[in-house]
Each structure stands twice: as structure tokens, then as C-alpha cells.
């Protein structure tokens, strides 16, 4: 058998110092590249949802976010929550149930004179999801008509009871020429953790960014006490608090997976 011996190839200095060139220059190269890659994979680009799915919140640069308060039960606590809000200079929205409305009706006046939105809860707080579409669109509708009656408007949000939805009790919104609206910020006032935790679930919470819209209710029992310095901290975070109606889209958006709300872009 014929045996090859193996050859070495002998480099001048010329030639050691052009492949350390071309060896250096190709290390630097993709080290300088790895970055600009990875950050393209990084990228997120929201798609729309493939479900339909109400606003939990809102893509924007700027520093907006909304208050809400949902009116089912009391309303003891209506005229210093209406008073803290004065004196803060803020504007929320109230989604009213419809048997709170013939309850009250004053207060809805005071809540709406006050230059707060008016949005609708439904009629008498059902479960959406075990209803008919055109159960559902009697429960908006009979709301809708109380306030029109009261106030001379018409509502366009709709927040469905219990935070409960699906596609029909949606589709019936829709309709009903309604926006679906949920949260991505709740306060758990309703479970009465006290005032500093209520505070601290607000201002501290994870999903609290650009286009939040926060959960209350107008009769949980540490509401009054904390709202006003829950208010100041949102501030003190750089946030300016805005109706509902002026944070949404009206048109020409998407929905990704998460119920966020994404203008599209004009083409």
C-alpha cells in the first residue's frame, strides 16, 4: 500500500501576518454582527388575535392611562369619590348597570355633569356567557335606553358583568354599536385588603404601563380612602389619567392575543 506523507506548509512572515489580518478582520466581523442579528429576532411585531377579544388595554407612546369604576350595588361613597376626582383634576368612566341607574338616577347625573364617561354595565348584572345574543343585546339596550332617558346620551362602552365574555356576548356588543372593554389593572378593591394594599396593587402592579385601564368599583370599602393617593402616584409615575373614550381606538385597529388594542398603520 502507498503511504502519503503528510506535507507542512511553511509560511513566510509575509504571509503569517496577511492570514492573522484576514482572521482578526473576520472575528471583529462577526462579533459586530451578532448583536444587530439577534436583535432582529428579538423583535415583536403584534398580529392580531385570532379570536375576538375585548380592549384590556392600549399600545401608545404616550403616558396615558384610564380609571374605571364599575356601579353595580352602593352608592354611598358616590359624592367623595366624585370630590377626590375634582380635586385631582381627573375625568374616569363609570360603567353603570341598568337597575342602578333607576336607583340612583341623581347620582348618575352628578357622575356625567361632572365631565366623567358614562358606560354601560348591562341592564341587571347576568351572566353574559349563558345568555343568547339576543339576551345579550336586550341587556345593553335596556341600559342604553335608561341613560338616553336620564341623560340625553348615548354609550358606546361596554363593560360585560363579572368580567365575564364570549364570542356572543361580544358579537352582541358589536351590535350594538358598542366597544368591549375590560382591564389589564385591577385593584382588587373588592377584597378588602385594606388601604395601603390597595395602593400598592395599583401603582406596583406589573401590567401598569402606557394604555392601562384600571378596575375600581364605587362602593368597595377602602376605595374612598385610597383613591387619592393612588391618583397622586400615578402621577408622581408620570401618567396622565384619561377617560376611557380618549384612550381607544375607534377605527382602524387590531386586537393582539393579550386584548391589547394596536392602531394599524396607514398605508
Same mark, same amino acid.
Given at each position: 500500500m502507498l503511504k502519503l506523507k503528510p506535507k507542512f506548509i511553511v509560511l513566510n512572515k509575509k504571509q503569517v501576518t496577511k492570514y492573522l489580518l484576514i482572521f482578526t478582520f473576520i472575528v471583529a466581523a462577526s462579533l459586530i454582527a451578532k448583536p444587530t442579528v439577534q436583535s432582529v429576532f428579538n423583535q415583536t411585531t403584534a398580529k392580531p388575535a385570532k379570536k375576538s377579544l375585548p380592549i384590556y388595554s392600549v399600545n401608545t407612546d404616550q403616558n396615558k392611562v384610564a380609571i374605571s369604576f364599575d356601579a353595580a350595588w352602593g352608592a354611598d361613597d358616590t359624592d367623595e369619590l366624585l370630590k377626590i376626582l375634582k380635586d385631582n383634576d381627573v375625568k374616569t368612566t363609570f360603567f353603570l348597570c341598568g337597575y342602578w341607574i333607576d336607583k340612583y338616577p341623581d347620582e348618575v347625573k352628578k357622575i356625567y355633569e361632572q365631565g366623567h364617561d358614562i358606560g354601560n354595565?348591562?341592564?341587571?348584572?347576568?351572566?353574559?356567557?349563558?345568555?343568547?345574543?339576543?339576551?345579550?343585546?336586550?341587556?345593553?339596550?335596556?341600559?342604553?335606553?335608561?341613560?338616553k332617558d336620564l341623560l340625553g346620551v348615548d354609550m358606546e362602552l361596554y363593560r360585560p358583568p363579572f368580567g365575564e365574555y364570549n364570542d356572543t356576548v361580544l358579537k352582541a356588543a358589536q351590535e350594538c354599536n358598542y366597544y368591549s372593554i375590560q382591564w389589564d389593572v385591577d385593584s382588587l378593591d373588592w377584597k378588602e385588603k385594606g388601604r395601603q394594599a390597595q395602593i400598592d396593587q395599583v401603582l406596583n402592579? $406589573?401590567? !401598569?404601563?402606557?394604555? +392601562?385601564?384600571?378596575?375600581?368599583?364605587?362602593?368597595a370599602k377602602?376605595?374612598?380612602? +385610597?383613591?387619592?393617593?393612588?391618583? $397622586?402616584? !400615578? $402621577?408622581? &409615575?408620570? *401618567?396622565?389619567?384619561?377617560?376611557?373614550?380618549?384612550?381607544? *381606538? &375607534?377605527?382602524?385597529?387590531?386586537?393582539?392575543?393579550?386584548?391589547?388594542?394596536f392602531k394599524k398603520e396607514e398605508k
Open positions: 354595565h348591562s341592564n341587571t348584572h347576568p351572566h353574559g356567557a349563558q345568555l343568547s345574543l339576543e339576551q345579550n343585546k336586550e341587556e345593553i339596550m335596556n341600559a342604553h335606553k335608561k341613560v402592579n $406589573k401590567n !401598569l404601563g402606557k394604555g +392601562s385601564i384600571i378596575l375600581f368599583h364605587n362602593d377602602y376605595t374612598p380612602e +385610597s383613591l387619592d393617593e393612588t391618583i $397622586k402616584g !400615578l $402621577k408622581s &409615575k408620570g *401618567y396622565e389619567i384619561v377617560k376611557i373614550a380618549d384612550l381607544i *381606538y &375607534k377605527d382602524n385597529y387590531f386586537m393582539d392575543h393579550t386584548g391589547r388594542q
